[in-house]
């Protein structure tokens, strides 16, 4: 079973995101900020990162920018944010995403998002 770290600083945009991969049969698991994430990541290992831009403490960029900088298993990140300009988008690509998408994720976007970026095939 593929496991998706989501990051969030908001309880229910975390828990729409878990609502939506478990119905895929996604494991999930969730962290509150970039330095949370960050700690889950070298402890564990995950096949994707949902990565919101905004955050306490370290933001999504900087969350992104410190994990593709460690030694460890990366996996892909798809940032979702509010953000919706392109200097948005290119600033997170800069700094290590694979996808962006704007909030909220419609569940069928985000779900072809997952398992493209997961290398499933599409049905």
């Given at each position: 079973?593929?496991?998706?770290?989501?990051?969030?600083?908001?309880?229910?945009?975390?828990?729409?995101?878990?609502?939506?991969?478990?119905?895929?049969?996604?494991?999930?698991?969730?962290?509150?900020?970039?330095?949370?994430?960050l700690e889950k990541c070298l402890?564990?290992?995950?096949?994707?990162?949902?990565?919101?831009?905004?955050?306490?403490?370290?933001?999504?960029?900087?969350?992104?920018?410190?994990?593709?900088?460690?030694?460890?298993?990366?996996?892909?990140?798809?940032?979702?944010?509010?953000?919706?300009?392109?200097?948005?988008?290119?600033?997170?690509?800069?700094?290590?995403?694979?996808?962006?998408?704007?909030?909220?994720?419609?569940?069928?976007?985000?779900?072809?998002?997952?398992?493209?970026?997961?290398?499933?095939?599409?049905?």
């Amino acid at each position: 079973m593929k496991r998706i770290l989501v990051i969030d600083d908001a309880a229910t945009v975390r828990m729409y995101h878990r609502n939506i991969l478990e119905s895929a049969d996604y494991q999930v698991e969730e962290a509150v900020n970039g330095i949370e994430a960050l700690e889950k990541c070298l402890q564990e290992t995950f096949d994707l990162y949902l990565v919101d831009v905004n955050m306490p403490k370290l933001d999504g960029y900087g969350f992104l920018r410190e994990l593709r900088g460690r030694d460890i298993p990366q996996a892909p990140a798809i940032m979702i944010s509010t953000e919706a300009e392109a200097y948005d988008r290119q600033l997170a690509y800069a700094a290590g995403a694979n996808a962006y998408q704007i909030k909220p994720a419609k569940p069928d976007q985000l779900l072809l998002q997952v398992s493209l970026m997961l290398g499933e095939s599409i049905t």
